[in-house]
């Protein structure tokens, strides 16, 4: 595709229930970003990929949230016992790193936007 | 400290108006540095990349200042449409991935 894509764009889910957000980068970005925003704050950084390795998932909250990435593709964030306070709009970006170098800009997707109810 | 820091805000300016942010980071060895920009609701937009030598677009310009690790936007002439929140990113951290700044957010008054 020609941008980033996540799907769901929006997810209403049940307090503790499990729920798995997918991202697509742009095809040949290596490094992909996962980031939180709750309304009206700032990005909130959760993960980041080069390749198929996380280098820094500093950012995770806890153990509940975990991130995986396959063939230096798609990723998909999961939350395992979702909480009111993980409602927020999860948001994926992709660039390229060439090797040995820096991310170039980095392009987002539309979000998906989780309601814990 | 953060490794990414910006101006607070909001800035809330007349229209016409010419309005500076600035963003200091943390990393000496930063290479990558842009603007970026989110409307409310939105995902972030890549407005402009910050070039050693400063670069301008319209009526933005964005200016690198190595020495004291900061970057700046200026934008003259201010429009409703300029109304925003302007994010500094920078390349850092143990990895070198971009780093986004909390963000400015801008409200241009008519």
């Known amino acids: 595709g020609a941008g980033v894509s996540q799907s769901p764009s929006n997810k209403v889910t049940e307090k503790g229930k499990d729920v798995e957000l997918r991202c697509d980068p742009i095809s040949g970005h290596t490094a992909l970003y996962w980031y939180r925003q709750r309304l009206g704050q700032g990005l909130e950084f959760l993960i980041y990929f080069q390749g198929n390795s996380a280098p820094d998932k500093s950012g995770l909250p806890s153990d509940r949230f975990s991130a995986e990435r396959t063939g230096e593709s798609v990723s998909t964030l999961t939350i395992q016992r979702t909480q009111q306070e993980d409602s927020a709009v999860y948001l994926c970006?992709?660039?390229?790193?060439?090797?040995?170098?820096?991310?170039?800009?980095?392009?987002f997707g539309q979000g998906t936007r989780l309601t814990v109810v | 400290r953060k490794e990414v820091e910006q101006d607070p805000g909001p800035f809330n300016v007349p229209e016409g108006a010419t309005v500076a942010f600035n963003c200091t980071y943390s990393?000496?060895?930063?290479?990558?540095f842009f603007w970026y920009r989110q409307d409310c609701r939105k995902e972030p937009k890549l407005l402009m990349s910050v070039y050693s030598s400063g670069n301008e677009d319209g009526r933005f310009t964005a200016q690198l200042n190595r020495a004291s690790q900061y970057i700046s936007l200026l934008i003259r002439d201010s429009k409703l449409s300029d109304s925003a929140t302007y994010l500094c990113?920078?390349?850092?951290?143990?990895?070198?991935?971009?780093?986004f700044g909390s963000g400015t957010q801008l409200t241009v008054l008519p």
């Open positions: 970006a992709s660039s390229f790193n060439p090797t040995g170098g820096f991310d170039t800009e980095a392009f």
């Open positions: 990113v920078v390349n850092s951290g143990s990895a070198r991935q971009l780093t």
């Open positions: 990393n000496s060895a930063s290479q990558s």
